[in-house]
């Protein structure tokens, strides 16, 4: 857009096809406001798919959704609030010309994008874990019906319970139904022995006999995981619950608990369990794809505010930051076995190299230069508004997430 | 770009243009086509004339190998048992045969129809009937056809895969190499789950096509906001602005939706979530009201543009100002609005429940209103006018015919029990051939020979172009009007092969697709050669109102003449301008000022 005319008195930044640099402003932010719209539809189709399962089985998000860190995820939703602010600082900041403290305020922007994914992968790592991962790798994850892994599932039920429980964002009622829990937990242990163990799952003969034993629901008529359950619209119930799905309700088929442990969840519930954490990678998963664009942007605005030594910097800066990242990867699977480990070391080795480097030789070439100077000045700040418009939705988006998927009550 | 040269540069270069610019089309003329030259010089354009026209080329090229695949189906089914490949085995016949409407149906949907006439005309038209220089980001426009280019791609590849599977009868090909995609346009789970066709290709290239069309709807609507010039208020709008923006405003609100459902099904398919598939504790049914949130309104994407191509040409071609402005204009947003609520009228057998079945089929026929609106202030402009049946006006008197038949059968698939019976028969096939193929194929011939003029500089030849019209309108009828008797008589659609007793359909169905296809290669022969041999066009050959006749054709490459501030006028008021043989086209009266009407 920046094209010299010589007829007009055009500035640098007027494309050729706007009369006036407010028209042009104008037009770029309606632009970014009809596109946030169409990112709002999308992951309002996610919504959508989250509302839907967690009407049909409320029972599975009380459950599931405790494997979750709250404490992770209440420090990223203030990680990327306070990213939202220097962001929006540093519009001002454009706005008024003020170039060093732009380009300060949206260093400390990427800064707080960069941590948010960082606590993000040590969240998806505590998930990988404990076999609580997206598509099969998840504990609860079946086909037509019967649980891939029930000694696996059983596994992971058991860190969900516990971990629920001493989940700093839950602490304030942590004792409470923690004891209540327990105790639902033994009473479905005891029963399920004795009942439902060898109707159930005789079938899988292999499966080790304990934790088989966990997976039929105590509460449950005498069926277990068969297909042709998957064929019922509603939850099977069993004698005396009722269909009311009240938070009352829930409660009170829980034993008092608020949540219920997985040996509790009817099997129409057990088989969608895995679609919780589907949901959540989705969700999640979109939304960090976009933190990433979203810091891809930053930087390149960042660019373009800065003078000779910033862009000279800049995208060295961002492979040794990219080589941190791994390091920390590296330094979080460092006890995990396979080849994870050793491509994690290599990648940031060879970011750090090759960032180091081009730093290097980048700052030795540079000189002071004038005419490349900031883009931006309060006349045309365009793009450092709607690229704050940009980060200003993806912390939105967050807002909404975190509550919907850690905050299930 | 630079500025216009105010004196034409000499043709220098040796002619390597890609669309026919040849040396010697345009002698030593200046404009868009002209000015610049070599491939790059249309690759990298930020033009959007030039864009337009390169969308053109791709538009249609889909369009023919949709074709290709509409000919081979309707073959398939002119006799009774297998037909394209009599030697092989039946079951070989079968299973191309649902390879060729899945493949014709989503090259069609995506790659044709959707972006037919905003994407090309709409680019073209749309800043120069603002006045303006070009669309609010040229940069995204262009990106939009990359987009666009990208996403055919994912199409063709899956599309080799299919011709090569099929001619080695290879079955199981890997995924990134398919045979082809055998699950219909509509990617229903869990078969789409399920098959070993090319749904993950499919999928990607109906992701990057959606940003193609949302590029262009984000495009349009800050364009029409952000350009309009001096004495150009909403009022003042063509309609076929208005259509546009309507459409885009469903392009960007309901595109997304078709975004997040493929990138679900995706991973349903790389990463085995299973949000939609009941083996897994999925939903199926969530994937059908996914999927018809974007394709309901999509039909709306289809119909609109072609709805404002018509509202233009009707009001020209009857020397006559449009009835009922504000209603038309009016009616569009209707449409775009009440889009959004009807999508579960294609879900009435899925088992979703009878009071959701009884708001969606209510909430559907309310649709008919808007639409019943412009039928009727079309005729109303009509009545009484001085009508001019040339090529455009032609196209869009066949266009009220077949939206009306088109229209109003919706009405029986819109009633729930009548729907029972038609849902999944060839009734349903003739309904939307005559609102997709009836309404916006004729739409979108009309608005391309009524801006050809325009958009070539070169005048077609009136005669051939009639003679072709009518031979398109007769060879459509006769294609599928019999579908909605054979429909009606049970003749269930998406088989290879049928009961005898339905032959006499299929065969007389067969047949007028024959008569179709010639005629459509006519009009394209009628386009090519009057793009090389034809008239000089006149700036303004039909005496139409809007900005885009007020400059010279082809226009210069800022559109206006240099010194010519485009200001809003009556869109339809045509009393300013005077017929002038000499220039067999009409030329601006002298000190017009307008009366009002
Ligand atoms: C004017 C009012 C209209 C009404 C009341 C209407 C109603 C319907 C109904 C109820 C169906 C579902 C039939 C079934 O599957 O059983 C249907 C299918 C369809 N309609 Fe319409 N329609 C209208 C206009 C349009 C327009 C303007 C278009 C496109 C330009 C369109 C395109 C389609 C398509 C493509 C399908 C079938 C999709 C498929 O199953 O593959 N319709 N219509
Ligand atoms: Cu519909």
């Given amino acids: 857009m920046s094209t010299a005319h010589s007829d007009h008195d055009h500035p640098a930044h007027l494309a050729h096809h706007f009369e006036t640099s407010a028209q042009q402003m104008e037009s770029g932010k309606l632009g970014m406001w009809v596109f946030l719209a169409t990112e709002i539809l999308m992951f309002g189709g996610l919504f959508c798919a989250y509302a839907v399962y967690r009407a049909n089985n409320p029972d599975v998000f009380l459950f599931a959704h405790r494997a979750l860190d709250t404490t992770w995820g209440a420090i990223n939703t203030a990680v990327l609030l306070a990213s939202s602010f220097t962001m929006a600082w540093g519009v001002r900041a454009a706005q008024l010309g003020q170039k060093k403290l732009l380009i300060g305020l949206l260093i400390a922007t990427l800064f707080g994008g960069a941590g948010f994914m960082l606590i993000k992968t040590v969240e998806y790592k505590a998930k990988w874990d404990h076999a609580l991962f997206v598509g099969p790798s998840n504990a609860y994850y079946h086909d037509n019906g019967t649980l891939a892994d029930p000694g696996e599932a059983a596994h992971s039920s058991e860190y969900i319970e516990k971990h629920g429980d001493t989940d700093g964002g839950h602490g304030g009622h942590g004792d409470d139904h923690g004891a209540g829990h327990g105790d639902a937990h033994a009473a479905g242990h005891g029963d399920s022995h004795a009942g439902d163990h060898g109707g159930d799952h005789g079938a899988q003969a292999d499966a080790p006999a304990p934790a088989a034993s966990k997976i039929a629901a105590p509460a449950a008529p005498p069926t277990g995981l068969h297909a042709d359950l998957l064929t019922h619209k509603r939850p099977v119930l069993g004698a005396g619950e009722s269909l009311s799905t009240g938070i009352g309700a829930i409660q009170a088929s829980h034993k008092g608990s608020h949540y219920p442990a997985f040996t509790e969840l009817d099997p129409l519930n057990t088989n969608r369990t895995h679609i919780f954490f589907q949901i959540y990678f989705a969700m999640t998963g979109l939304h960090g794809l976009h933190v990433l664009i979203g810091l891809g942007l930053i930087s390149w605005i960042c660019y373009r505010a800065g003078g000779p030594m910033t862009r000279a910097l800049l995208v060295p800066g961002l492979f040794v930051s990219v080589g941190i990242y791994f390091v920390f990867v590296w330094w979080l699977v460092s006890a995990n076995s396979g080849w994870f480990p050793t491509t994690a070391l290599v990648a940031a080795v060879l970011c750090l190299i090759a960032g180091a480097l081009w730093g290097a030789k980048n700052v030795a070439l540079t000189k002071p230069n004038p005419d490349a100077d900031s883009e931006f000045s309060p006349g045309y700040y365009t793009p450092v508004d709607c690229v704050g418009l940009y980060w200003h939705l993806v912390d939105l988006i967050w807002i909404f997430l975190f509550p919907l998927l850690y905050l299930i009550h | ?597």
Avoid at chain 2, 381 to 393: A, C, E, F, S
Avoid at chain 2, 519 to 530: A, D, H, Q, R
Avoid at chain 2, 575 to 588: C, I, K, L, N, P
Wanted: hydrophobic share 50%; aromatic share 16%; net charge neutral.
């Fill in chain 2, 1 to 597: 770009m630079s500025v216009i040269p105010t004196n034409p540069s000499p043709p220098s270069a040796p002619g390597t243009d890609v669309v026919k610019a040849k040396k010697g089309l345009y002698g030593d003329e200046d404009n868009y086509i002209t000015h610049g030259k070599g491939i790059l010089s249309w690759l990298l354009t930020i033009d959007h004339k030039r864009i337009g026209l390169m969308y053109m080329v791709c538009v249609l090229a889909a369009f023919f190998i949709g074709g290709i695949f509409a000919i081979a189906l309707r073959t398939e089914l002119i006799w009774p048992g297998q037909t394209l490949m009599p030697w092989a085995e039946a079951n070989t016949n079968w299973k191309l045969y649902n390879q060729l409407f899945s493949v014709h149906g989503a090259v069609m949907v995506f790659m044709f129809i959707i972006p037919a006439i905003p994407a090309i005309l709409g680019n073209f038209a749309l800043p120069i009937m603002l006045g303006a220089k070009d669309v609010a980001f040229p940069r995204l426009n262009l990106l939009s056809w990359y987009c666009y280019v990208g996403g055919s791609l994912f199409f063709l590849w899956i599309l080799t895969g299919g011709v090569v599977g099929t001619l080695f009868g290879l079955e199981n090909m890997p995924w990134y190499f398919p045979k082809g995609i055998d699950t219909g346009w509509t990617f229903y789970t869990p078969y789409s789950t399920d098959t070993n066709t090319g749904v993950i290709l499919a999928t990607m290239g109906v992701f990057v096509l959606g940003f193609a069309s949302i590029l262009t709807g984000v495009n349009f609507i800050a364009t029409i906001h952000m350009l309009r010039p001096r004495n150009m208020g909403w009022d003042r709008l063509p309609l076929m602005l208005w259509s546009l923006y309507a459409t885009s405003v469903i392009q960007i609100l309901a595109t997304p939706v078709l975004a997040i459902t493929m990138l679900l099904l995706l991973a349903e398919r790389v990463l085995g979530i299973g949000v939609f598939d009941p083996a897994k504790g999925g939903d199926p049914v969530l994937y059908q009201h996914f999927f018809w949130f974007y394709s309901h309104p999509a039909v709306y994407i289809m119909i609109l543009p072609a709805m404002g191509v018509i509202s233009e040409v009707i009001s020209v071609f009857s020397r006559k100002h449009i009835f009922g402005y504000s209603f038309i204009a009016a009616s569009s947003l209707a449409i775009a609005l009440f889009g959004f609520i009807v999508w579960g009228h294609h879900m009435f057998t899925s088992g979703q429940s009878p009071l959701l079945n009884s708001v969606f089929s209510l909430l559907t026929m309310s649709v008919a209103v808007p639409s019943a609106v412009k039928v009727f202030n079309w005729l109303a402009t009509m009545y009484n006018g001085k009508i001019r049946l040339d090529t455009p006006m032609i196209y869009a008197l066949g266009f009220i015919w077949l939206f009306t038949i088109g229209g109003l059968t919706g009405l029986p698939l819109a009633a729930l029990s009548t729907d029972i019976h038609y849902h999944d028969t060839y009734f349903v096939v003739a309904h939307f051939h005559y609102v997709m193929v009836g309404s916006t194929l004729f739409g979108f011939l009309a608005g391309m020979y009524y801006w050809w003029p325009k958009m070539t500089g070169k005048m077609y030849n009136e005669k051939a172009g009639q003679i072709w019209a009518w031979m398109v309108f007769a060879g459509f009828n006769l294609t599928f009007f019999i579908q909605f008797i054979a429909g009606s008589l049970g003749a269930p659609r998406r088989y290879a092969d049928y009961d005898p007793r339905f032959w006499k359909y299929h065969f007389i169905s067969t047949l007028g697709s024959y008569v179709l296809m010639i005629g459509l290669f006519g009009v394209l022969y009628n386009w090519v050669s009057s793009w090389r041999s034809g008239k000089k066009a006149p700036a303004n050959p039909w005496g139409a109102n809007t900005l885009e006749w007020h400059t010279p054709s082809p226009p210069p490459h800022a559109n206006f003449e240099d010194g010519h501030e485009p200001e809003g006028v009556p869109p339809y008021d045509y009393d300013g301008w005077d017929y002038v043989s000499e220039e067999e086209g009409y030329v601006r009266k002298e000190g017009y000022v307008y009366q009002g009407h």
